[in-house]
């Protein structure tokens, strides 16, 4: 009974082993490279995975994600003799499982010298000047160079960034004072410009405000001058009224009477020599001799 009891729990240690040994577990961010008696036989997608126990096995368990490496710093010497200490990160996700695995034997190192090695061949083929301002196209021309290389080993690099490049000392205080001294004359240039700016709208304005003030002072005395010209006017209008007034009344009243006047004249004429004479009607007469009296008096 003891025996059979032994043998039972044997069995089922046993089975717990095989399926511990069948089943595997991918995480989402992996996948898996199975060998049978080591030879490479599939690569598991993530999730629960059943294998034969003690036949096949997952060698690794490969990340698919980005990844980033650091590359180490370096001095490089570029196209006019000056030692610069450049370093880069590079990032990069794996493409194929199978072939990161049985290409290259240790991928982060061999990238790292690829990219060590060919950031010496770019930067040392320019000057200072150009390391220091050509980040971009250096970045570029390393990304497709580690491209091409690293494609058979079942990687893609996405990026490559140069994090720094690093002058001596002496030159990067030399470099510091002379962008002290440009910021100091730009400076300088632009307070100059400020201040011409301003002394020209301030000439604008002051112009501007002569301008209007003369503008105001012309519409003033065309006002004056208009208001005069209308009272001339007015007043002409006026003194040509009364003049009409006046010739009217003289043509009513005194041509009439100068007539009458020189009838009298005639009539006394008459009289004084004993002429005959026709007198005018009543009316006339009565004014006549009223004209008369009055000389006699």
Request: charged share 30%; proline share 3%; net charge negative.
């Amino acid at each position: 009974m003891e025996a059979t009891i032994a043998t039972v729990v044997v069995i089922l240690i046993l089975a717990l082993i095989v399926l511990g040994k069948s089943v595997i577990l991918i995480e989402q961010s992996q996948k898996g490279v199975v060998e049978r008696f080591g030879k490479y036989k599939e690569t598991l997608e993530p999730g629960l995975n059943f294998l034969i126990p003690f036949i096949d096995s997952v060698v690794a368990k490969i990340d698919m994600r980005e990844t980033v490496l650091d590359i180490e710093p370096q001095p490089v010497i570029t196209k006019d003799n000056v030692t610069v200490t450049v370093d880069a990160v590079i990032y990069y996700y794996v493409t194929e499982p199978r072939a990161v695995r049985y290409e290259v034997a240790n991928f982060g190192v061999a990238v790292s010298k690829l990219a060590q090695t060919n950031l010496r061949n770019l930067v040392g083929d320019m000057s200072l000047d150009e390391s220091l301002t050509s980040r971009e196209r250096i970045n570029a021309a390393l990304r497709t160079t580690l491209d091409e290389a690293t494609d058979k080993w079942g990687v893609r690099v996405t990026r490559v960034e140069v994090k720094e490049i690093e002058p001596p000392a002496d030159i990067s205080e030399a470099m510091s004072k002379q962008m002290k001294a440009e910021r100091e004359k730009r400076a300088t240039i632009l307070t100059a410009e400020a201040y011409r700016e301003k002394q020209i709208l301030s000439a604008e304005g002051d112009k501007q405000n002569a301008i209007l003030v003369a503008e105001g002072e012309r519409q003033k005395a065309i006002l004056i001058a208009e208001g005069d010209k209308q009272a001339a006017m007015l007043r002409a209008e006026g003194q040509a009224k009364a003049i009409e007034t006046v010739s009217a009344a003289a043509d009513k009243f005194f041509i009439g009477n100068a007539q009458t006047l020189k009838q009298l004249e005639v009539t006394q004429a008459s009289l004084e020599k004993n002429t005959k004479i026709v007198l005018p009607d009543k009316a006339r007469l009565i004014n006549i001799v009223d004209m008369l009296r009055g000389r006699e008096d």
